[in-house]
């Protein structure tokens, strides 16, 4: 490249890129397998990240990985949009939640602690539905 202007706005550009990296990026993430979906719970104006599942695992403690987040049952899945997770992504892992919770399917979830909302729900970044 010639062109020193380009460069420095090429420069600029990449270490803009490197400082918003999200957070999440160091965080530590568990996969826990053959969870029941205990129950899902809604809420309003973004509290918990609106889209919420109780899960029968200890995500601290029963995954591949000891995680720190607050609440060791429940994962957000970020529906506002306020996550990693865009708010059709979240979505659509809430609705993967809710028919594992109608029909009795165990799921696998991988959650991530860097990530949380009210500073004790970890956020979900992927669940499965396994058939029984």
């Excluded at 890129?17 to 160091?26: F, K, R």
């Excluded at 996969?31 to 973004?46: M, Y």
């Excluded at 403690?61 to 979240?90: H, I, K, M, P, Y």
């Excluded at 659509?92 to 004790?120: F, I, K, P, S, W």
């Amino acid at each position: 490249m010639s062109n020193p202007g380009l460069k420095r706005l090429m420069s600029v550009a990449a270490t803009v890129s490197l400082v918003t990296l999200p957070i999440t990026a160091d965080a530590a993430r568990a996969f826990l397998t053959g969870a029941k979906v205990i129950e899902v719970r809604s809420f309003g104006a973004g509290n918990f990240g609106s889209c919420v599942a109780q899960i029968d695992q200890n995500v601290n403690a029963d995954g591949d990985r000891s995680l720190s987040c607050g609440n060791q049952f429940l994962v957000s899945f970020g529906c506002d949009g306020e996550s990693t997770n865009s708010r059709s992504e979240a979505q659509l892992m809430y609705n993967t939640a809710q028919l594992a919770l109608v029909t009795g399917n165990v799921v696998d979830v991988l959650v991530n602690d860097g990530e949380r909302y009210n500073g004790t729900l970890c956020v979900a970044e992927a669940i499965l539905v396994k058939s029984n």
